[in-house]
């Protein structure tokens, strides 16, 4: 199969995978949200926040992988490509399994140090943290099926898992477990991504497959933590990005605050994943493109990806603002919509931010991680101050004019200036279109 029919199956099945995990989310929050509460439920979406800091832990080792696996099947014979890669595998794969224990720790202190407030949910935070730290090292296998452009295969699975996750979930929350139900559908789930993504890498690329662990000493070690730390200080970035915005409206709001501004960005939420995917599935791709032909075709493919991307963006945009007062009336009640003002800053930040990604993701195909972490630190830092001042004077509207202004000051300057040095084509050439 080729590159261009493996992104348009991955971007088909990434879209069907979507689809169905909308419809289904649209009936699954207001069942959770009459069973366990707003205030369960809004706690519970902050606790899920948790499994990304102790993702910090692994330095960007699984993170870098589909880029670096991409690249090596850029050129050579099937003997050279599959030694390569089961190299690659063998080596990261010793050093994920040392850096679970760091996981592991990072587990436990998190468990024990859970505020007062959130003692209800000790238990399935404590079950989640136990299972993620045993899955960490194995999700080693469905990063590099990313990187070997299987994105068909992982959505599909990804759409699998959930339907079972879903089913678990219902089933023990009707029965009286709680959020100690919903913590085992998600447990259910991320089960059989991590057991058939290792079956399927096995069997369909068993010359790939990693035939033993090699423990690096302390120089390889420490290089590649070196190389991967700026991924994860680009991870810090990210979460800084995403999902603070929850805490710190729960933090000088009150958490029941939290529902109804997770409600008024569900919709918008939901449809800016689309275009995204785009671009996520077109990552493995662009760096084989950047590895083996000219600085032009690499040039031609990033205008096309970005005029894609942003066309599928305004489309949203549209939906968004003219639908989702009725959608949150008609979903959870109208009494969780905050107004039509926060959709309109969540419209626009979503629309600079898939801007500014769509440089993103083009400079880390390129290999610019330091260039991109240090940016998306930047950008998070600068978000989380503004936020948290535009909050205690503006309400809710204050969280998502904190990270607008943070992006349109850091990020989206200075990702269009490197992408421009790098390609040799001025700002206003990439712009254009």
Same mark, same amino acid.
């Given at each position: 199969?080729?590159?261009?029919?493996?992104f348009?199956a991955?971007?088909?099945?990434?879209?069907?995978?979507?689809?169905?995990v909308?419809?289904?989310?649209?009936?699954?929050?207001?069942?959770?949200?009459?069973?366990?509460?707003?205030r369960?439920?809004?706690?519970?979406?902050?606790s899920?926040?948790?499994l990304?800091? %102790?993702? !910090? *832990?692994?330095?960007?080792?699984?993170?870098l &992988?589909p880029?670096?696996? @991409?690249? /090596?099947t +850029?050129?050579?014979?099937?003997?050279?490509?599959?030694?390569?890669?089961?190299?690659l595998?063998e080596?990261?794969?010793g050093?994920?399994?040392?850096?679970?224990?760091?996981?592991?720790?990072g587990a436990?202190g998190?468990?024990?140090?859970?505020?007062?407030?959130?003692?209800?949910?000790?238990?399935?935070?404590? %079950?989640? !943290? *136990?299972?993620?730290?045993?899955?960490?090292? &194995?999700?080693?296998f469905? @990063?590099? /099926?990313? +990187?070997?452009?299987?994105?068909?295969f992982?959505?599909?699975l990804?759409?699998?898992a959930?339907?079972?996750?879903?089913a678990?979930?219902?089933t023990?929350?009707?029965?009286?477990?709680?959020?100690?139900?919903?913590?085992v559908?998600?447990?259910c789930?991320?089960?059989?991504?991590?057991?058939?993504?290792?079956v399927?890498?096995?069997?369909?690329?068993?010359?790939?497959?990693?035939?033993?662990?090699?423990?690096?000493?302390?120089?390889?070690?420490?290089?590649k933590?070196?190389?991967?730390?700026?991924?994860?200080?680009?991870?810090?970035?990210?979460?800084?990005?995403?999902?603070v915005?929850?805490?710190?409206?729960?933090?000088?709001?009150?958490?029941?605050?939290?529902?109804?501004?997770?409600?008024?960005?569900?919709?918008?939420?939901i449809?800016s994943?689309?275009?995204?995917?785009?671009?996520?599935?077109?990552?493995?791709?662009?760096?084989?493109?950047?590895?083996?032909?000219?600085?032009?075709?690499?040039?031609?493919?990033?205008?096309a990806?970005?005029?894609?991307?942003?066309?599928?963006?305004?489309?949203?945009?549209?939906?968004?603002?003219?639908?989702?007062?009725?959608?949150?009336?008609a979903?959870?009640g109208?009494?969780?919509?905050?107004?039509?003002?926060l959709?309109?800053?969540?419209?626009?930040?979503?629309?600079?931010?898939?801007?500014?990604?769509t440089?993103?993701?083009?400079?880390f195909s390129?290999?610019?991680?330091?260039?991109?972490?240090?940016v998306?630190?930047?950008?998070?830092?600068?978000g989380?101050?503004?936020?948290?001042?535009?909050?205690?004077?503006?309400?809710?509207?204050?969280?998502?004019?904190?990270?607008?202004?943070?992006?349109?000051?850091?990020?989206?300057?200075s990702?269009?200036?490197?992408?421009?040095?790098?390609?040799?084509?001025p700002?206003?050439?990439?712009?254009l279109?």
């Open positions: 199969m080729s590159r261009a029919n493996r348009l991955g971007i088909t099945f990434g879209y069907l995978n979507q689809i169905v909308l419809l289904g989310g649209l009936w699954l929050t207001p069942f959770l949200l009459h069973h366990l509460g707003q369960d439920y809004g706690l519970w979406l902050v899920l926040q948790v990304t800091y %102790l993702g !910090l *832990a692994e330095f960007g080792v699984v993170a &992988l880029r670096d696996v @991409a690249a /090596l +850029g050129a050579g014979s099937e003997a050279e490509i599959a030694s390569r890669v089961r190299a595998l080596d990261s794969l050093l994920v399994c040392i850096q679970t224990l760091l996981v592991a720790v436990l998190a468990w024990f140090w859970l505020p007062a407030s959130w003692q209800p949910l000790r238990g399935p935070i404590g %079950l989640i !943290l *136990a299972t993620y730290v045993c899955f960490f090292p &194995l999700r080693l469905q @990063a590099t /099926l990313e +990187g070997l452009q299987r994105q068909a992982l959505s599909s990804a759409t699998v959930w339907a079972i996750g879903l678990v979930n219902v023990l929350v009707l029965k009286g477990y709680g959020v100690m139900g919903v913590a559908g998600w447990i789930s991320q089960a059989v991504i991590v057991a058939t993504t290792c399927f890498l096995a069997r369909t690329y068993w010359p790939l497959f990693p035939r033993r662990i090699r423990w690096p000493n302390w120089r390889s070690f420490g290089a933590l070196g190389r991967g730390s700026w991924m994860s200080l680009q991870q810090v970035g990210q979460i800084l990005l995403n999902g915005d929850l805490v710190i409206v729960g933090r000088i709001l009150g958490p029941a605050a939290i529902a109804p501004y997770a409600f008024t960005g569900k919709l918008n939420g449809l994943n689309q275009p995204s995917l785009l671009m996520q599935t077109a990552l493995p791709g662009l760096s084989q493109v950047r590895a083996k032909d000219s600085k032009r075709r690499a040039f031609d493919v990033m205008t990806l970005n005029l894609g991307m942003l066309t599928v963006s305004g489309l949203c945009a549209c939906v968004v603002l003219g639908v989702n007062e009725y959608f949150v009336r979903w959870v109208a009494g969780q919509y905050v107004g039509f003002g959709t309109l800053l969540m419209v626009v930040l979503t629309l600079t931010r898939h801007l500014n990604l440089f993103l993701y083009t400079a390129f290999g610019y991680d330091r260039w991109m972490c240090a998306s630190v930047v950008e998070g830092l600068v989380v101050v503004l936020s948290f001042y535009f909050t205690r004077h503006w309400g809710v509207s204050g969280a998502v004019m904190g990270p607008l202004c943070a992006v349109c000051l850091t990020s989206l300057i990702n269009a200036g490197i992408v421009s040095r790098d390609l040799g084509e700002v206003y050439r990439l712009v279109p």
